[in-house]
């Protein structure tokens, strides 16, 4: 298991509200798109980061987590798991918190590499279905 209830509650409550979410387009039938959704009806704060740099649900996209001109505090992840770890790696660069692994994702190198930076990680999990859980 990768991520902990404590761990998941300390993302979703303490580590901050700006979360980036990798691959987030304005697919509706994709995943995030209604994760996005939840999490906005949450408190958060979401950064669509996307090749196509889509505005989604209102918020400006970003082709990369390196254009984003201000700081995120956790990484959502919703890319093939063989492109996952890249994308931590730039969450960690970026200076995030945390970095989130939706469900499917798993990078166990990407995990260890990660947590040995100090940035909080959770894989295979869903934030969607973990806020309501743990409230």
Same mark, same amino acid.
Request: charged share 20%.
């Given at each position: 298991m990768y991520g902990d209830d404590a761990t998941i509650r300390r993302i979703l409550t303490e580590l901050g509200?700006?979360? %980036? /979410?990798?691959g987030l387009s #304005? +697919?509706?039938n994709r995943p995030a798109y209604g994760v996005a959704r939840v999490l906005q009806r949450y408190g958060k704060r979401i950064v669509p980061v996307h090749p196509k740099a889509e505005t989604v649900h =209102? !918020?400006?996209g970003y082709a990369s987590l390196a254009d984003i001109p201000f700081d995120v505090d956790v990484v959502d992840?919703? /890319? +093939? #798991?063989d492109l996952a770890g890249a994308v931590a790696d730039e %969450?960690? %660069?970026? =200076?995030a918190r945390a970095v989130w692994f939706q469900? =499917? /994702?798993?990078? !166990? *190198? *990407?995990y260890e590499r990660?947590? %040995?930076a100090g940035t909080e990680m959770?894989?295979? &999990?869903? $934030? *969607?279905? !973990?806020? $309501? &859980?743990l409230n």
């Open positions: 509200d700006t979360w %980036a /979410v990798v #304005s +697919n509706q =209102g !918020e400006q992840v919703f /890319v +093939n #798991s %969450a960690v %660069a970026k =200076g469900l =499917g /994702v798993v990078d !166990e *190198a *990407a990660t947590r %040995a959770v894989m295979d &999990r869903c $934030p *969607a279905i !973990e806020i $309501p &859980r």
